[in-house]
């Protein structure tokens, strides 16, 4: 069992080392630029070795978008069981938690290389991309129906329209971020939401929130 154990940890050591090397490729010279043999070099393996874990650089960014994913709903889903008690700090404390939660060791300004390449010839990528979307609109109704349940927001209001429009709401504030990253206005290191940004998305959330009020 012992063995077993650690041929696992050495095998998810390789692959967290290909995401990584393909991340740090990805943001440095696009996604297309980068190689399978760049790849394997950056991440100090044989090409071989490479392909054993991915068929292509597409399943690379596939693998990224899942780990990302499953973060966030675990993350989410912590505030859809406890929610706070109002409903503009519910929501925000949703968005927040996403922006704030990361794959630790990917650089975060990996997402303007695959966010380019989902609109390009990566229809893999950009099917990823719908679902990572789906979901968080898909954790927002879980959250408006819980506050529903608590009489927090009216159950009668149309629930899953009010879902989308906060996923929508979510997803601009990412593009906005992406957009300054892009323009070299910050950094991937600095938080997608500042202090102004948080600011404003109370503002958006309380607007939205009104009509949702029992």
């Not at 069981?81 to 794959?103: G, H, K, L, Q």
């Not at 989308?164 to 997803?171: S, V």
């Not at 906005?176 to 500042?194: M, P, T, V, Y």
Request: hydrophobic share 45%; with cysteine; net charge negative.
């Amino acid at each position: 069992m012992a063995e077993g154990g650690l041929r696992e940890r050495q095998k998810e050591k390789r692959k967290q080392a290909i995401m990584v090397a393909a991340a740090h490729l990805f943001q440095r010279h696009g996604f297309n630029a980068a190689s399978m043999e760049d790849i394997a070099q950056a991440a100090e393996l044989s090409v071989g070795t490479v392909y054993n874990y991915f068929k292509s650089k597409a399943e690379i960014g596939l693998a990224i978008y899942q780990a990302d994913r499953d973060l966030v709903q675990a993350a989410t889903s912590q505030i859809i069981d406890n929610p706070p008690a109002d409903p503009v700090d519910a929501i925000c404390r949703m968005m927040e938690t996403d922006f704030e939660t990361e794959i630790g060791y990917l650089d975060r300004a990996v997402w303007s290389s695959l966010f380019g390449a989902s609109f390009t010839d990566q229809s893999s990528l950009s099917s990823a991309f719908v679902s990572d979307e789906l979901m968080r609109v898909d954790q927002f109704r879980k959250l408006l129906v819980v506050l529903a349940e608590q009489g927090k927001i009216d159950g009668a209001a149309d629930l899953d329209a009010a879902a989308e429009m906060l996923g929508a709401l979510n997803l601009w504030y990412f593009m906005r971020w992406l957009a300054g990253l892009r323009a070299g206005e910050g950094n991937a290191q600095s938080g997608i939401l500042d202090a102004e940004a948080k600011a404003a998305l109370r503002r958006h959330v309380a607007q939205l929130m009104r009509g949702l009020r029992v």
